[in-house]
């Protein structure tokens, strides 16, 4: 089946810093991938719809200056998170669409901790 | 715009015996409908999903889930349930006429299978 590869599941940075995530959609072409973040015990809360080769579409809310989105290829979005803040500490999930099946695949999330 | 509403948040429930998670949504235009699994600091795994067809939806793990239209329900049922699957159950619709393809979530419900 498809297969949603993020990277890296844990990562620990200091305040003012930038953090890459990456999301890589490994046996399938993705046209649209979607970033979402979950805070402890709520649910998934959709960031941004990322289409490859053109501007990220954000939910409202979401500063775009401070969540870089680019989705450079078929295969490859990724999600930096700007000059990051104890508050932008969070779960951050991304998902696929499989073309044409109905489906979303999802990543394994990844940890981000800013201290 | 979609939306879905899960009202238990929490259902507690004993090892072997059955169980029915609430799922509701509205939305405009006709839908599709998952269910996905997360175990702690894990991503999303996908349990089932009603595209279209029968209504009765069977899925991985025992899950089943029903459609029905007139009650904008997709309930996710398991007639004997194992400790193993405690864990936050979402449900989760995305818009069948192309324009956004987003995934939207429900707030979840904890499955928590006691002995």
């Known amino acids: 089946g498809a297969v949603v590869s993020q990277h890296p599941s844990r990562v620990i940075c200091k305040s003012g810093t930038s953090v890459k995530i990456e999301c890589r959609s490994l046996?399938?072409?993705?046209?649209?991938m979607f970033w979402y973040r979950q805070f402890p015990k709520k649910s998934l809360m959709l960031m941004a719809t990322?289409?490859?080769?053109?501007?990220?579409?954000?939910e409202q809310g979401v500063e775009k200056d401070k969540f870089l989105i680019n989705h450079a290829s078929l295969t490859l979005s990724t999600l930096t998170v700007t000059s990051a803040h104890p508050e932008d500490s969070s779960f951050y999930i991304c998902?696929?669409?499989?073309?044409?099946?109905?489906?979303?695949?999802f990543g394994s999330g990844t940890r981000l901790t800013v201290v | 715009a979609q939306s879905v509403t899960q009202l238990d948040s929490q259902v507690p429930v004993f090892e072997e015996a059955p169980v029915e998670l609430r799922c509701n949504y509205s939305?405009?235009?006709?839908?599709?409908l998952f269910w996905y699994v997360q175990y702690p600091n894990q991503g999303l795994q996908l349990l089932l999903k009603?595209?279209?067809?029968?209504?009765l939806v069977k899925g991985i793990n025992g899950f089943e889930a029903e459609f029905n239209k007139s009650q904008t329900s997709f309930h996710l049922r398991k007639p004997s349930v194992h400790i193993s699957d405690t864990a936050e159950y979402f449900c989760?619709?995305?818009?069948?006429?192309?324009?956004?393809?987003?995934?939207?979530f429900g707030t979840g419900t904890l499955l928590a299978v006691q002995p």
């Open positions: 998902s696929a669409m499989e073309g044409g099946s109905g489906g979303y695949t």
């Open positions: 046996d399938f072409q993705a046209t649209t």
């Open positions: 990322s289409n490859e080769g053109s501007k990220a579409t954000y």
């Open positions: 939305s405009s235009v006709s839908v599709y």
């Open positions: 009603y595209l279209s067809g029968s209504t």
């Open positions: 989760a619709v995305s818009d069948l006429d192309g324009a956004t393809n987003k995934l939207i």
